[in-house]
């Protein structure tokens, strides 16, 4: 059964103490693997898209990375604005347009 | 323009009413999609649009009714909902299927009461 799992469920940091968050996936056939920030009662804001293994994004504080079996977050020298809860998402051989998405990790960042 | 608007932010309505959720995208976008996210839940796809014509309905109840206008232009049509439909409503789009990243609206809020 194609699968998404994030860890840790929850992260708390303190401000400029650099953390990763783990997004492994078992999926038949991967498409493509998305990285996105949530914050409370918003849509899901596009961060990266990775599409093979040894890939890497970067955005600010944020760096993505890619291997066959999994995917990770770094944040570096984060702020009390990266607080978020943190979507990953995999496009994977079923149906068209589906992602199937992982449960996040909600990330608290004190000054 | 770089955005996905939904209207209304906010949403109250009764089981017997009959209400429809917007949702509005100029990038040029040629898919869209319907998604609905319970609290502390990821979200969870409805419907999706490619080239104006539905491709998949990841089995909705028929309360569930949704449009496609125009490549710009989404809706989603509510009637007879019952309060566990109560979610965050969240229109998406992308440059076609299984191309580019998703871009998402802010949603809707929406309870029924």
């Known amino acids: 059964e194609d699968q998404v799992t994030q860890s840790p469920e929850a992260l708390r940091l303190q401000e400029g103490e650099s953390s990763s968050l783990n997004c492994s996936y078992t999926?038949?056939?991967?498409?493509?693997l998305f990285w996105y920030r949530q914050d409370p009662g918003k849509g899901p804001e596009f961060l990266f898209t990775l599409y093979s293994a040894g890939e890497e994004k970067e955005k600010e504080r944020l760096k993505a990375t890619l291997t066959k079996k999994e995917s990770f977050l770094h944040i570096t020298a984060p702020k009390p604005e990266d607080s978020a809860t943190y979507l990953c998402?995999?496009?994977?051989?079923?149906?068209?347009?589906?992602?199937?998405f992982g449960k996040g990790t909600k990330l608290s960042v004190k000054p | 323009d770089t955005e996905v608007t939904q209207t209304p932010k906010h949403l109250v309505m009764g089981m017997t009413n009959k209400k429809s959720l917007k949702c509005e995208q100029h990038m040029g976008h040629r898919a869209m999609y319907w998604y609905k996210q319970k609290a502390k839940k990821p979200p969870e796809l409805m419907f999706v649009?490619?080239?104006?014509?539905?491709?998949i309905n990841e089995s909705v109840p028929s309360r569930f009714s949704p449009e496609c206008p125009n490549s710009s232009l989404l809706n989603l049509h509510l009637h007879a909902l019952q309060p566990e439909d109560s979610a965050l409503y969240l229109c998406?789009?992308?440059?076609?299927?299984?191309?580019?990243?998703?871009?998402f609206g802010s949603g809707t809020r929406l309870t029924v009461v």
């Open positions: 998406a789009s992308s440059q076609e299927v299984r191309r580019g990243g998703y871009t």
């Open positions: 649009y490619s080239y104006e014509k539905l491709s």
């Open positions: 998402a995999v496009d994977h051989g079923g149906s068209q347009g589906n992602l199937i």
């Open positions: 999926v038949s056939g991967l498409r493509g």
